[in-house]
Structure formats: structure tokens, C-alpha cells
């Protein structure tokens, strides 16, 4: 669907037109840069989302600029086929690039790029965006105040870092105190990819903009509320992080306990970050604290073994490459929260993650209580209860799961379920990156976690890590089954269960 305005992005539907600005990448040779920053950076040139005139300056080592333009080229093309790239727009884009070499850890590296940004003049605006491990952002963001780039009287200097936000309560109060040292929080964005997918943000407009779901959104109607992030790919290059980090600090302790503050948070007074990042974390400090004796009860963890997912055959985690053969680290979580408010009480919040499952697919599962009377209850199937599921991947959008009558002369019942895509096939899609990058460069931090919500996840989860350092074993799941042990346990009294990506 082309818009007619021509500062509308037809990528995010935003329509603010852009000014210049420096857009500083740090570990610009890495991974993050190639498969997603680039491509986000070329949709929104393309789009108008980024000023012609800005500059993408990256900071990387070990090769020259031209190399390093190559190589973006080639990520681009081999990881983003889709964005038909062509000679006359990858000219316009690489004209923006430059190169400044260096180590994060020398001094003389951010003297280099306050002297470039000095020479290329004109732009008053920068952002910082740190696509390295998690132990240079503070390097960088001192780095940047000695240089006073970090100043903001000439125009907005932004640093962007990208989870994880800490290990730990501890490690995370002291990233966050460290780099509150050097910045003003405000100028802290801490990117969560997963708030920046159309559908996450798309449950604030089906909550706030509709009047049919508020009286239904709380526990009179509702028996429990579960999300998901199912994904069937393994650990892949990722087992140095992966075998300090699994799974609850991966997905949940991030991602799924952000998308659980949207759900569970009352309405904010404005649509403004701070508004909303206060009510999310009015629901943090409501969830209830886990007790050493319940941990068992509450939270899951199990390893994925050899299987299959498809027609391939996959190993087991403790085969993957760099894992320790006895690891006992989770590439499954799940967790029982329960939110002690007035909206929620005995409402539990179950969030679940893995790797190895069927399939890739992400959720959010509504389920509503049973009828009060079942009146159809001389037949064979009862009706089922009835769920909203809001599809953050793939398939974009809702459904609504209902009992209907089976055709004919009975009055049994039959599961139908209403779907609504988010989009027609063929229109876009955004992809979070450029949501999150454009966020960044109009200042609006409302899909981005705040020092505080950061911490005060991880003081809810801190019980589960000190009980799970402690074990010595883990249960076991078959690649691409979903026969997940202790699943079923961990929904008791939950009307209808654990539901299972269909
Ligand atoms: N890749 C993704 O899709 C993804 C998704 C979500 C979050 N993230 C996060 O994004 C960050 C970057 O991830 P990545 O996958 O891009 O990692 P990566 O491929 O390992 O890239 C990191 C980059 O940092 C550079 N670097 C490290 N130490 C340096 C030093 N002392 N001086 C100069 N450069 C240095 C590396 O350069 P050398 O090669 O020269 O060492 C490399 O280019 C990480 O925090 C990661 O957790 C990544």
C-alpha cells in the first residue's frame, strides 16, 4: 500500500520527516550491523525516514573502509533478498558510509571520531549504537563523555545498547549506575527488538483503542494469561552466551516479561514514554515474589536432546559446539507469575520459551473462564473455553477461539475460530529494527526498557537464578516435540491447559 504522503514511511507508518544525523555504529563488522542494521538503514533512507544528508559512521577494526562497504553489501544481499537491492540505491546509501578504525578499548579512537564528526561538520545530531558485547558499553559511553560527545547542547547525542541489560540484579545495577555516570538516563536506549514487532506494539491499540475488551480485561473473565516464543532453531553460533545466559535470562527475564507488563499494565494518563513506562512498572512491583519452597512449582527448566525437527535430524545441546557435554543450562523455561493488583489477583501469568520445539511461533493466549452453567453438557464434547491469541509470529494478528453448533440435528458443539490478520498478504510488515532505529532518532523511548523496569525484572527472577545456580541436573525434551516435562504441572487449575502452538 503506497502512501500518498511522501515523508509517510510505507514500511513503519510513521510520517515524520527526518534531520541529518550521525549515526555512529560501534562493532559495525559484527553480525547485528550486517543483518539488521543496514537493512533497517537502507528501508529507511529508502522510505525517507533517514535524511539524505545523515552519515553512517562505523567503528570497527582490522580492515579498510572499502572492504568493510563490501562486506555490508554482501550481508545485505545474502541475508535480505527481499529488499531487491540495486546498484543505484546501494550507491546512494554506501555514499552516507565512512569508516573510522579502531579498539574500543584505546583512547585514541574516540579522539578519531570526535575529530571526524568535527571534519564532516554540519551535523549537530548523533547516535551512538553499540552492536558489541555487553562489556564495552561502558568503555563506550566514557569514551564519549571525554570527547564531550556526549554533550547535548548542539543537538541530541543518544546511546543505544542492546540486551542482555546485565546477568543478574547485580551486574545490571552496576551497568546501570555506570552508565548513568556519563548520560543522562534519557539519553540510554535499551533496544528490545520484540517491542519493536508490529504486533506487540499493535496490543496497546487493540487494549486502548477499543472499548469492547476493558470490561473483559481482568480476572472476573479471565482464568489465566499465556506468552509464548517457540522457536524451533537451536543455539547456532551463540554457545559461549548461551551457556551462561539460557533461557530464562534470554527470553523471559527480557522480552516475555516486557510483553507481559503491556498486557497486564493499566491504562497510562498519555501515550508518552515515561506515561507508559510507569504503569509497566506498576505491574513489576505487583508481581508476587517467588518463595525458595514454590520455585518447583513455578518455574521450569529443561534441555533440548536429539530429535528431529522437520525431516532433520538435530543434536542434542550437550552436542552442540562449545557446549560443555554435562551442561545442565535450560533451552526451555517456563514460569508461573502471579501480579498481587486489584485487576489481576489469581490471574496466573504463565510465560514459556524454547528452543528445538515444532515450530516458530509466538503468542499471546487470552484464555477466558468457562461458561458459569454448561447448558450443552447432554453431549459428548463440552465447549471448550474461549481464548483471544494475538499472533506476534508468524502470521501477524488475532483470532478468537469460540464454540459454535455442529451443522445439523444436534446441539453439540465445535471449536470455531475467527482470525483476523494484521495484514493483507503484500503489504508490509515493519521489521522492528527500523520501528526501533527511527524511535531512536525522533527521541521517543517508549518501546525501549528504562534503568529502573531493567532492575526491577531482574529482582523477580533473582530467586529462580539462586535456586537453579544450585542444580546439578535438568530434564530432558526431544528435539521437535512439545512433550516438555513439567508443562502440564505448571497449568494446574488453569482452564483448558497448556495450549500448544497449533
Ligand atoms: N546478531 C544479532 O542478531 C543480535 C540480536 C540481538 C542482540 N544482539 C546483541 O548485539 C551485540 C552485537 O552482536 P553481534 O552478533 O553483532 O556480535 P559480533 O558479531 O560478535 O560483533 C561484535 C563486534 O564487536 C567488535 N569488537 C569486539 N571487541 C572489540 C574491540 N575491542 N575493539 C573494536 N571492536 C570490537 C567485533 O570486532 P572484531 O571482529 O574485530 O572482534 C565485532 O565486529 C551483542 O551485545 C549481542 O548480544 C545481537
Not at 494484521?422 to 527500523?434: C, H, L, M, P, T
Request: hydrophobic share 40%; with cysteine.
Amino acid at each position: 500500500m503506497e502512501h500518498k504522503d511522501k515523508n509517510f514511511c510505507n514500511y513503519c507508518n510513521k510520517g515524520d520527516a527526518m534531520e541529518p544525523a550521525n549515526i555512529v555504529i560501534f562493532g559495525a563488522g559484527g553480525d547485528l550491523t550486517k543483518r539488521k542494521l543496514v537493512p533497517a538503514l537502507l528501508k529507511m533512507l529508502d522510505c525517507g525516514l533517514l535524511h539524505p544528508d545523515s552519515r553512517i559512521i562505523g567503528v570497527l577494526r582490522g580492515v579498510e573502509q572499502q572492504q568493510w562497504i563490501d562486506a555490508l553489501h554482501k550481508g545485505v544481499t545474502d541475508y535480505c533478498p527481499e529488499l531487491k537491492l540495486d546498484n543505484e540505491k546501494w550507491q546512494r546509501f554506501s555514499a552516507m558510509l565512512k569508516m573510522i578504525s579502531g579498539d574500543l578499548q584505546e583512547e585514541q579512537t574516540y579522539e578519531n571520531l570526535s575529530a571526524s564528526l568535527e571534519e564532516l561538520g554540519g551535523h549537530t545530531h548523533a547516535m551512538f549504537y553499540c552492536a558489541v558485547p555487553p562489556r564495552w558499553y561502558t568503555t563506550i559511553a566514557a569514551g564519549l563523555e571525554q570527547q564531550g560527545l556526549t554533550d547535548q547542547t548542539q543537538g541530541f547525542r543518544r546511546v543505544v545498547i542492546e540486551k542482555p541489560f546485565g546477568m543478574d540484579l547485580k551486574s545490571a545495577q552496576q551497568l546501570n549506575q555506570e552508565l548513568q555516570e556519563v548520560l543522562d538516563e534519557s539519553q540510554i536506549y535499551r533496544i528490545d527488538h520484540y517491542l519493536g514487532k508490529e504486533s506487540v506494539q499493535n496490543l496497546l491499540v487493540y487494549r486502548f483503542a477499543n472499548s469492547i475488551l476493558e470490561p473483559l480485561w481482568n480476572r472476573n473473565f479471565i482464568d489465566h494469561i499465556q506468552i509464548s516464543a517457540a522457536e524451533s532453531i537451536g543455539i547456532e553460533y551463540r554457545a559461549n552466551y548461551y551457556e551462561k545466559s539460557g533461557a530464562l535470562r534470554d527470553m523471559i527475564q527480557s522480552h516475555l516479561m516486557q510483553v507481559m507488563t503491556l498486557v497486564a499494565m493499566e491504562p497510562p494518563v498519555e501515550f508518552t514514554a515515561d506515561a507508559v513506562r510507569d504503569e509497566k512498572i506498576k505491574v513489576l512491583r505487583a508481581v508476587r515474589p517467588f518463595k525458595v519452597d514454590g520455585i518447583k512449582q513455578q518455574a521450569i527448566a529443561a534441555q533440548y536432546g536429539s530429535g528431529c525437527i522437520g525431516d532433520e535430524k538435530v543434536k542434542a545441546y550437550v552436542a552442540e559446539e562449545n557446549v560443555s557435554p554435562d551442561s545442565v543450562t535450560e533451552t526451555f523455561a517456563g514460569v508461573r507469575f502471579h501480579i498481587d493488583n486489584w485487576r489481576w489477583q489469581g490471574v496466573p501469568f504463565i510465560l514459556w520459551t524454547g528452543k528445538r520445539l515444532p515450530k516458530r511461533v509466538s503468542e499471546i493466549v487470552i484464555r477466558f473462564r468457562n461458561p458459569p452453567f454448561n447448558l450443552f453438557d447432554t453431549h459428548a464434547t463440552p465447549p471448550l473455553a474461549n481464548s483471544l491469541v494475538f499472533r506476534v509470529h508468524p502470521d501477524e494478528g488475532i483470532a478468537l477461539r469460540m464454540n459454535a453448533k455442529m451443522p445439523g440435528l444436534t446441539t453439540d458443539t465445535q471449536r470455531m475460530v475467527m482470525r483476523a490478520p494484521y495484514a493483507e498478504n503484500g503489504d508490509d510488515v515493519s521489521e522492528a529494527y527500523e520501528v526501533l532505529l527511527h524511535d531512536v532518532l525522533t527521541g521517543d523511548a517508549t518501546l525501549f526498557s528504562r534503568g529502573d523496569e531493567v532492575e526491577e525484572s531482574w529482582k523477580i527472577i533473582e530467586p529462580i537464578l539462586a535456586a537453579w545456580k544450585e542444580r546439578i541436573s535438568v530434564d530432558r525434551y526431544r528435539a521437535g516435540s512439545w512433550e516438555v516435562p513439567g508443562m502440564d504441572a505448571l497449568f494446574e487449575g488453569c482452564v483448558g491447559g497448556w495450549h500448544k502452538p497449533g
